[in-house]
């Protein structure tokens, strides 16, 4: 089979998928399946909601009707604060957004009362991190002025973390989102669905808390794919971390130096690259660059070393291995390998049934 392509193992995800939801749901924590670095992908999607999982979320429309297209049954959840030129498509092709602007929720209302219909909001809280969300100290005002509005309907209240600014979800945050929850909830006479704390970084404290308090919910990509939580990219026990291989080919194999000769100026992108001096190694250079992968969140499956890249090349120091022109080389892919290859319309996708194959 042709390459670059991606093997994407389906039964791995879907031991994943299963694994996670067990584990959360031992302490009644619900799962919403995070399908954006998978671009939506239907059959990923599929696998997901076969491993016990009904509601999905992704950043992006389009990838929600790309599952809606394709038939896949599921609440869909849109996880990117609307963006305000999308608005009608936000109501027509999900049943809940997450937001944190009242200018955006007054447009989706009037929107919703339109197509006569009601859209389902999980408001975003601010809790340190510092990308999306309301301001604690603005919370009941937003619910208030949400509650006034036809065609809204607020059936939670989440936050994200350990995303732009690092931070982590630990009892502290936890607890806090769990006190403010309940306060919106006496105050307005409310019972939240959805008290979503996070996404694959709250494993660390789910797994240590005694007291999950009022949290009933976490969004989750990466722990699915990966198999790993992600304040420190630990591998989850009884999970794969190998259900994608990026499958390269050598398209040229020969003994060269080590370090360009001639006179060093600026290469492709416009750095000074800068060379160990190996002596004579067997470079391997691969069929496959920038325009189809983030190069640096590879790691190879082999003994062998990026030694460069550019946007069609890899070029690998291949050690003790006799690469030879045709051979494929396979890699592991980390959170950003990922979404870039899913992306990019270069890569083939090939789906894996077994856990073997
Ligand atoms: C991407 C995203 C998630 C999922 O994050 P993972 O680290 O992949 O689990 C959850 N919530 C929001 C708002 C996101 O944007």
Known sequence: MTTPRIDINIAKIAHNAKELKELYGSKGVGVIGVTKVVCGDPNIADALLK??????????IANIRRMRDAGIQAQFVLLRTPIPSQIEDVVRYTDISLNSELSVIKALSKSAVKQDTTH??????ELGDLREGIMPSDLEDTVRAVMERDGIEIVGIGTNLACLGGIKPDEEKMGYLSSITRDVEERFGLTLEFVSGGNSANYNWFISTENIGRINNLRLGESIYLGCETLYRKPIPGLFTDAF?????????????SVPYGEVCQDAFGNVPEFQDRGQIRRAILGVGLQDVLVSGLTPRSDIDILGTSSDHIIVNAKQIDLKVGNEVEFDLNYGALLSVMTSPYVIKKYQEKSSE
């Open 51 to 60: 491993s016990g999982i009904s509601v999905l979320a992704d950043s992006r």
């Open 245 to 257: 291989a990026l499958v390269t080919e050598v398209i040229e194999s020969k003994i060269k130096p």
């Open 120 to 125: 389902k909001l999980i408001l975003m809280v």
